[in-house]
T-cell receptor, first 117, second 117 residues
Framework: GAVVSQHPSRVICKSGTSVKIECRSL??????MFWYRQFPKQSLMLMAT?????????EQGVEKDKFLINHASLTLSTLTVTSAHPEDSSFYIC?????????????FGPGTRLTVT | AQKVTQAQTEISVVEKEDVTLDCVYE???????LFWYKQPPSGELVFLIR??????QNEISGRYSWNFQKSTSSFNFTITASQVVDSAVYFC??????????????FGQGTRLTINP
């Protein structure tokens, strides 16, 4: 089956620094990737939709200048949390979409746990 | 707007009991997909099932079964003869289908299922 990886799996950073999270589709090309955020004991909330070669589409309430998304190739999307603050501590999950035999299939990465101190 | 409601925040049962997780959704689309995901403590989302809006047949996969009823906008999930390994948070999700196939997922709040030995 299709595999999506995320790196790093865990990261701790100091307040005010920036953190980059990578999302890779390992064995398929993904025109579209999604970024979700999950606070403890809460649901997943879509942050943005990332399309290869174009600007990401952000959901309402998500600061595009704070959460920079770059989808530079069909296998890689990155999320950079700029000037991170403790309230940005969360579990970030990406997903990648490929065209499968039964319409478009979406595959999730294992997630990145960000802790901002 | 699309919405998924999982009214049961937490469920706790004794091993070998059957348990049903409820999911009610709202959408104005005539074409949509419904999903169930399992999220164990590790955090990685495990895909369980996808059902499109035109297929109301119930599905059984081992101890898992799903009941899709468009008349009540429900997509319930039953685990038969539950096991301790079934303990996890379960999410129901709904997606709309865009022209290019990209599927934005809207997740329910999740149901934390605990199976006690």
């Amino acid at each position: 089956g299709a595999v999506v990886s995320q790196h790093p799996s865990r990261v701790i950073c100091k307040s005010g620094t920036s953190v980059k999270i990578e999302c890779r589709s390992l064995d398929f090309q993904a025109t579209t990737m999604f970024w979700y955020r999950q606070f403890p004991k809460q649901s997943l909330m879509l942050m943005a939709t990332s399309n290869e070669g174009s600007k990401a589409t952000y959901e309402q309430g998500v600061e595009k200048d704070k959460f920079l998304i770059n989808h530079a190739s069909l296998t890689l999307s990155t999320l950079t949390v700029t000037s991170a603050h403790p309230e940005d501590s969360s579990f970030y999950i990406c997903s990648a979409e490929s065209e499968g035999p039964a319409n478009y299939e979406q595959y999730f990465g294992p997630g990145t746990r960000l802790t901002v101190t | 707007a699309q919405k998924v409601t999982q009214a049961q925040t937490e469920i706790s049962v004794v091993e070998k009991e059957d348990v049903t997780l409820d999911c009610v959704y709202e959408t104005r689309d005539t074409t949509y997909y419904l999903f169930w995901y399992k999220q164990p403590p590790s955090g990685e989302l495990v895909f369980l099932i996808r059902r499109n809006s035109f297929d109301e047949q119930n599905e059984i996969s081992g101890r898992y079964s799903w009941n899709f009823q468009k008349s009540t906008s429900s997509f319930n999930f039953t685990i038969t003869a539950s096991q301790v390994v079934d303990s996890a948070v379960y999410f129901c999700a709904l997606s709309e289908v865009f022209i290019q196939g990209a599927q934005k997922l809207v997740f329910g709040q999740g149901t934390r299922l605990t199976i006690n030995p």
